[in-house]
């Protein structure tokens, strides 16, 4: 089976070169500098796990034709102008997989493909791009995949593909419910990490645990009311990823420490949209949302 990573960064290098040190056929598509980077020195991993391997890489997104399974590893606002790249090879072939953070990005790709094509994948895992062809990988966790419909048989193969590089992997039948649980734990730990400019670890203080623990009932109570089943551990779950996490900087973070847009908006964002559809209330996502487009905002106007 032939993998394509499109906008292979942090975590789509992290799974890239793990399944590439397994025996996979990858290819990475990225930025210039670190496709050039892994064509001439390979991909190095640092951190938990210590190699470096010879991975195919390219900036060229049509590169993926002939791929098996292409997966989306970029942001989430990047989804769109991702898809319509690949327009030209979505053939009845390919199989097109979600591994993005984020609410959205399934329905986005499903303006593009038919939903037995489509899988959905979360994961836990933490990792920072510390130079272009250099991946720190700073936090193991589990990686759950699943098919947006019960056609989809790739899925399950794709989960024994990973579990065989060693990546901890599980298989659902309910992608729409492992994504929205993912939400609820970013919206709780990336926006509050973020304003006290600290990695994750940092909220496992007693007084900041209990603004977590509003965060994730808050976000709960607003989807169940939506009719997506959260986990009732879901604060629990939440600080199983802090402390697998806890040296990690979150994504949204790193972007905005790099002056880049962040992904709030399909994070809070989501939990907050979700609530005006029903008329109840998330002041703690709504009041993050707002902290971290400010935080944004203000970085920008100081930047030169």
Known sequence: MKITFIGAGSIGSLFGGLLKKSGVDVLLIGRKDHVKSIMKN??????????????????????????????ITTKAYDTKN???????????????????????????????LKKQKIIGAVTSMGAFLESPGIIKYMGKGTTIIGPLADENIIAKDLVKIFKNAGIDTKYTNNIEREIWTKVIINSAINPLASILNSENGILLEGNLL?????????????????????????????????????????????????????????????????GDKIGIPAPYNLALLDMIKYKKKELMQKSP
């Open 82 to 112: 991702a898809l319509a790249e690949l327009l030209p090879i979505l053939d009845e072939e390919v199989n097109v997989m979600s591994l993005q953070n984020g609410a959205g990005n399934l329905e986005e790709i499903s303006r593009f």
């Open 42 to 71: 390979g991909l190095s991993i640092s951190g938990l796990e210590e190699f470096n391997v010879r991975v195919n890489a390219s900036s060229n997104p049509l590169d993926a034709k002939g791929s098996d399974v292409i997966v």
């Open 210 to 274: 209990e603004i977590v623990r509003e965060i994730t009932e808050e976000g709960s109570v607003i989807l169940e009311k939506n009719g997506i089943d959260i986990p009732e551990d879901i604060f629990e779950k939440t600080v199983t990823v802090i402390i697998n996490t806890s040296k990690n900087i979150n994504s949204t973070l790193s972007d905005l420490r790099k002056g880049n847009k962040t992904e709030i908006d399909f994070i809070s964002g989501k939990i907050v949209e979700l």
